[in-house]
């Protein structure tokens, strides 16, 4: 079992920046691709970004393009999301999740294995 838990959300302006945080207990953090996925109100869950297990490779959702930042420490066991010139678009329950690295990195939701609580990113205009 992996066990994440993830914070750092809250309540931010239009334009502003959020660090949401990711941390990993339970197995070896190295073995584990990991991903950011997000809700918002009445959609479906959809892919955010995800890192290779080395931290050598990422992979963004358009949307998200060139203001997002995926990032891993695994010394820390810790996964990151660094979000610039945050949109009301944005606003939704961020989660992270954890796939082990048998395959290429992926942003198909159903290979992840483990997935946090969630938490809530409100982006006001």
């Known amino acids: 079992q992996v066990q994440l838990v993830e914070s750092g959300g809250g309540l931010v302006q239009a334009g502003g920046s959020l660090r949401l945080s990711c941390a990993a207990s339970g197995r070896t953090f190295s073995n584990y691709h990991m991903g950011w996925f997000r809700q918002a109100p009445g959609k479906e869950r959809e892919f955010v970004a995800a890192?290779?297990?080395?931290?050598?490779?990422?992979y963004y959702a358009d949307s998200v393009k060139g203001r997002f930042t995926i990032s891993r420490d695994n010394a820390k066991n810790t996964v990151y999301l660094q979000m610039n010139s945050l949109k009301p678009e944005d606003t939704a329950v961020y989660y992270c999740?954890?796939?082990?690295?048998?395959?290429?990195?992926?942003?198909?939701?159903?290979?992840?294995?483990?997935w946090g609580q969630g938490t809530q990113v409100t982006v006001s205009s």
């Open positions: 890192i290779n297990w080395s931290g050598g490779k990422t």
């Open positions: 999740a954890a796939d082990y690295a048998t395959d290429l990195l992926t942003s198909d939701y159903d290979a992840y294995d483990y």
